[in-house]
């Protein structure tokens, strides 16, 4: 059963030559079911790293922005507290400065003398009225 070089070559279908690298196929790989599916792929996972990373900056991001808020709100309560304990302190002064003594002790170092004798005045009804 020697083949002649002739008989091989008519042994040879089209589906041989194509799978042998000899013929190419008329389609380009691009138009083949799997490139159309590895292509979806790709494309699909692109989209996940790109959803995926999005999520992720905007957790940082959100993230961020309550960490300032709080170092803000606590740095608010710490002033509201100082200005608390001032107000505190202002109330006592103002309490002390309106005692009798402390006024009477104002009152002489301002030569301020007592009133001896004390008058009121009436007014009549119908000047009141008008």
């Not at 008329?26 to 590895?38: L, Q, V, W």
């Not at 991001?61 to 107000?87: C, D, M, P, R, W």
């Not at 005692?99 to 009152?107: F, H, K, Q, R, Y």
């Amino acid at each position: 059963m020697g083949q002649t070089p002739t008989q091989v070559k008519t042994n040879m279908t089209v589906a041989n030559l194509v799978h042998s690298n000899i013929v190419r196929p008329r389609c380009p790989i691009y138009r083949t079911e799997s490139f159309r599916t590895a292509k979806a792929k790709r494309c699909t996972v692109g989209i996940l790293v790109f959803a995926i990373s999005l999520a992720g900056f905007l957790y940082v991001f959100a993230t961020n922005n309550i960490a300032v808020k709080g170092y803000k709100i606590s740095s608010l309560q710490k002033q509201a507290n100082e200005l608390e304990t001032i107000n505190k302190n202002l109330q006592v002064e103002v309490s002390n400065l309106k005692s009798i003594n402390v006024l009477e002790a104002m009152s002489e170092d301002l030569e301020m003398v007592k009133a001896q004798k004390i008058e009121y005045v009436s007014l009549p009804k119908a000047s009141a009225m008008k």
